[in-house]
Nanobody, 118 residues
Framework: QVQLVESGGGLVQAGGSLRLSCAASGRVFSIIAMGWHRQTPGKERELVARIGSGDMVTYADSVKGRFAISKDNAKNEVILQLQMNSLKPEDTAVYYC??????????WGQGTQVTVSS
């Protein structure tokens, strides 16, 4: 089991910045990839950014050049962060942290709301 706790969401004006954090605990040694997804009402959850094996990073086209994902490994914990700059109203969503372990099993955090006002 992997437990994920997100923090850092909030309300920001367009053009501003926010940093999201996700603390992973439990069987963190089994994690093979971590990422951030977001979801708005009535829409499917979409991938924002992911760090995979070999620290290969993937970004959604809509956030390239504005968002940066990073991961910090500690002994019994992993911290995943998402630095979001030049935020736009269309970035408004609930952001979820995901951890993928062997067998393709995904664990999810509870989500954190990001609201960007115009």
């Amino acid at each position: 089991q992997v437990q994920l706790v997100e923090s850092g969401g909030g309300l920001v004006q367009a053009g501003g910045s926010l940093r999201l954090s996700c603390a992973a605990s439990g069987r963190v040694f089994s994690i093979i990839a971590m990422g951030w997804h977001r979801q708005t009402p009535g829409k499917e959850r979409e991938l924002v950014a992911r760090i995979g094996s070999g620290d290969m990073v993937t970004y959604a086209d809509s956030v390239k050049g504005r968002f940066a994902i990073s991961k910090d490994n500690a002994k019994n914990e992993v911290i995943l962060q998402l630095q979001m700059n030049s935020l736009k109203p269309e970035d408004t969503a609930v952001y979820y942290c995901e951890a993928i372990v062997g067998g393709g099993v995904s664990y999810w955090g509870q989500g954190t709301q990001v609201t960007v006002s115009s």
